[in-house]
């Protein structure tokens, strides 16, 4: 248990964000949470004819791409952000985001459950 002592500064240290773990495990309400605040950029691995049946609601601080695109997308980008990948069951992410820590290129985790899971806790996306 933390003692504090009631400071500004218990305040700001308790707020301060903890640092990403490559390659681990989010609930989707907390991959939700990471997008939502833009705290992470949520990738969807999902192939087109499995976004057809519905995807990430737009206003969330997501991008598409196909999981061949994915190594290419985080050597190039500027945003420095953490990186959450979700695919349809999430195996797929698991798998990808478990290779990448090896590479320790990025800070990468995946949501468990996938987007099966995302659609099950009623999070908001399109359909």
Not at 69 to 93: K, Q, Y
């Amino acid at each position: 248990m933390a003692v504090t002592t009631g400071t500004t500064w218990d305040v700001i240290l308790a707020a301060r964000p903890a640092p990403v773990e490559h390659g681990t495990a989010l609930s989707v309400r907390a991959a939700y949470q990471e997008a939502l605040y833009e705290r992470s950029l949520l990738v969807d691995l999902r192939e087109d004819h499995e976004r057809e049946l519905g995807g990430i609601h737009p206003a969330l601080a997501a991008a598409t791409l196909p999981p061949r695109e994915l190594l290419g997308h985080l050597i190039n980008t500027t945003d420095l952000r953490p990186v959450v990948l979700i695919s349809e069951d999430g195996r797929l992410a698991q798998e990808t985001a478990e290779t990448l820590a090896e590479l320790d290129l990025a800070q990468v985790r995946y949501a468990v459950g996938g987007f099966e899971a995302w659609k099950q806790a009623g999070l908001p996306a399109r359909s």
